[in-house]
């Protein structure tokens, strides 16, 4: 029995401790807000702002990003957060009804979709839209759910995008005023808006 405690003392220390984290990748408009959102809410430990969605390799804000769309792909503790928790926090911080992109930002990059890396997620994406559907029976829902594929980080020059709500808050609360995100999301969610209730 000593002998396995030991050799189990080993390889913890070598390997490290179990690991839980967990990843999901979403798209909700700009990513400077989403990033925002998501690293409020407690569980989550890293939220990344990037491209996704499109064939364009290596995509960048200022560069070739056709057919990609602004998303964040958030780490979270899975013995914190459940994947549901993640997309319930998701979609009372999007407007599920606007196909031509989210508040103030237009344009294919900037629509939400939900992105899936297997048949569980996409079962809980599903049911929590699903959900939203019923909620809003007049009103559809257009954001999709839609199969993993290869996230680009923003990175080099770019890398200002990261943690622009910290980096630069003054100009970051003017956009998102300006913007009309948080006044959108009361409309529709009223006191859920933001994850708040």
């Not at 100009?171 to 995100?181: E, L, S």
Request: hydrophobic letters at 35%; a neutral charge; aromatic letters at 14%.
């Amino acid at each position: 029995m000593k002998t396995i405690v030991s050799a189990l003392l080993i390889c913890t220390a070598a390997f490290g401790a179990p690991s839980y984290a967990d990843e999901a990748i979403l798209a909700g408009g700009c990513f400077w807000c989403m990033e925002s959102d998501f690293e409020k809410l407690e569980g989550v430990t890293d939220v990344i702002s990037g491209f996704t969605g499109g064939t364009a390799p290596n995509p960048t804000y200022n560069g070739n990003h056709k057919g990609h769309y602004e998303a964040v792909k958030i780490t979270y503790d899975g013995n914190k957060l459940s994947y549901r928790d993640i997309l319930d926090h998701f979609w009372v911080n999007i407007d599920p009804f606007d196909s031509r992109g989210q508040f103030c930002d237009k344009g294919p990059s900037y629509l939400s979709a939900i992105f899936v890396a297997n048949a569980e997620e996409r079962a809980i994406a599903q049911e929590t839209k699903n959900a939203v559907i019923a909620q809003f029976p007049n009103q559809k829902v257009v954001t999709p759910i839609l199969e993993t594929t290869t996230f680009y980080p923003i990175k080099g020059k770019e890398i200002g995008h990261q943690d622009f709500y910290k980096k630069s808050p003054v100009r970051y609360k003017f956009y998102r005023w300006n913007c009309g995100r948080d006044q959108r999301l009361k409309e529709i969610w009223g006191d859920k808006a933001n994850g708040k209730s």
